[in-house]
Structure formats: C-alpha cells, structure tokens
C-alpha cells in the first residue's frame, strides 16, 4: 500500500510537536524525520521521544531521513542507533560528495565499503540513496551501477524530479530497487500544476509499499502544504 506523508525537512522552523499537528491535520500518514533538526544522530532521547509522539497520534514513521554522506564508517553506530530508537524502516543517505564523473576508483570503493557496513548494520532496514546532484547517484545509471556495486538487498534508492531528465523512464528504471519517494514540483509551485506527471509516476510506484513524501512547498508556507497534501492525498485514493 502506498502512504502518504511529509519530509520533516520541510519545516526546519517549526518543532517536532508542530509538525506533528501539522501533519495530521493535512490527513497524512506519517513522517520521515530529518537527522538535521528534528532527530541528530546520537540524541537517542530525543528519537525514542518523537517516535512515541508520532505513533500516538496515530501516524507512522516512514523513515530517517540523515545526511549522512556515507565517507565515515565510524558514524554508522549513532546512525543506527538513532534509527532504531524512532522506530523507523528506512534511513535515507547520500552517495558521497561527487557526481559518478568525478570520483576516483578508491574513493568508489570506499563509498561502497561504508554503505555495505551500514546495510549490514541494519539489516532490518532499508538504506535509501538520495537521487540527488553532486552525489555519485546524481543520474540513472550511477543508481544502477552503485546498486549492483554494493550488492545487498537492503539497499534502494529514493526518487524525486529532475527537470532535464526523462522522469517517467527513470522510475520504470529505479522500479525494483525503490525505496520512498519525494513528492513536489519545481521551483516550489503548487504541486497541481505537475499532477498529471504524479500521476502516471505513482502508476509506476503502486506496486509495492513505499511512502510519498511532500518535501518543498510554496514559500515553506504551511497553508500551501496542507493545499499540496490535498493533491497528494487525491492521487493516491484509488492505492489506498
């Protein structure tokens, strides 16, 4: 079942218990947290207390969205430990520091090194790779290639819109290796305005259970999330 929900991300101004509020009056189902703000690696207190204040209210937490660039082996532990304590099912990473173009053969293979210790550490969990610029899995085929690289099952990739990239086949692509997804339209605009491309990208994604996460709105502007996340849940209601 595909569910709905938000990147806490979204608002580094507000609190946890805000969010929350947030959240649940928009009629998502949950939220992935950030490793920035809201839950920092180590602060297992802190993660133990915003996944009970999440669940309570009866939303989910879809996952643990770190910055972690994947160049420290030594960070895994406080990542994992942090993870677990918010009870999430997946941890979102970024694939280094440089575009698949610009990276040496060590720096490749030290890349891989940390993220097969970090699936290994959790294997209970998913390891997402951002789909992101400046990370080695800034286009299709360096997902592809660190996928079958890293060779475990446990590690999939996010998904999110690139303006000068051909979306719909990139999620064709990435479909057996797909973890959560991010939800938006460029440059902010309402996510109306991009709904019929959402909408043949969800028939892609609605094979397995994953989340559909609003990360950007309108001038971080709660109103224009809640107006996103009515979009968001229509969508979605012939999945539910």
Known sequence: MLKSGVCSVTF???SA???IKLTVDAGLDGIEWGGDIHVPAGDIATAESVGRMT???GLCVTGYGSYFRCDDAAAIAPLAAS???LQAPSIRVWTGRKSRRDISSGELDSLVKVIRLLCDAVPEMSINSEFHNNTFTDDAEGVLELIER???SNFKTGFQLYQHLDN???AKLF???LGNVHVYNYDHAPLSECAGLWQQLIAEFADQDRALLLEFVQDNAPE????????LRQLLAEYK
């Open 83 to 85: 993870a677990r304590a």
């Open 150 to 152: 890293v060779d475990r």
């Open 175 to 177: 479909k057996p290796y």
């Open 168 to 170: 719909l086949n990139n």
């Open 17 to 19: 218990a805000e969010i």
């Open 55 to 57: 669940r309570e209210v």
């Open 224 to 231: 224009n999330f809640l107006r996103d996340a009515a979009v």
């Open 12 to 14: 580094r101004q507000l």
